[in-house]
């Protein structure tokens, strides 16, 4: 007989984790949610496990105005709550710029290759983007249409 397990019990909770950054950081809730310029229900949402999930836009804003927290951390609860010391690493010496390093003649044609891809991808987006654009306008008219007829019902 296989025993009941809720597979949520093994993931990190957004208490722990929010807990644990407010730890890390020195505040409290209120003064953390003030610093972030948001709302404090917010933060009280994910302390008391109303918000099962850090949402993308808060992890940004967190990270951006406490860069030392680290990120992975918010999502996943797995690491360390705070970024560790970047490891040195030993400085390239310059080339003088009078001197030119010879590039292989395939590492040319791979990088040529993908600069056309990379072209190409643009174009697609940029052709989404005006297809986007357009289905927009489209439901920015339809909207207006509604409107109007609400109005002419009203």
Known sequence: MKENVRQDEFIP???????EVLAAVGLT???FADALGIN???IFDLMRGRTKKFNPGIVNL???KFPEVNK?????????VLNTEPEEVEPVE????????SVPEGSLADISGLLHKVVDMLDQVNERSARLTEFERELNER????????????
């Open 13 to 19: 909770t957004t208490q722990r984790i929010i807990q």
């Open 29 to 31: 809730a209120p003064k």
């Open 40 to 42: 404090y229900q917010r």
């Open 62 to 64: 967190i990270c951006e």
């Open 72 to 80: 992975s951390y918010l999502f996943t609860g797995e690491g360390n």
């Open 94 to 101: 310059e080339v003088p710029a009078h001197e030119t390093t």
């Open 143 to 154: 909207e207006a249409a509604l409107n109007a007829r609400e109005l002419d019902i009203e």
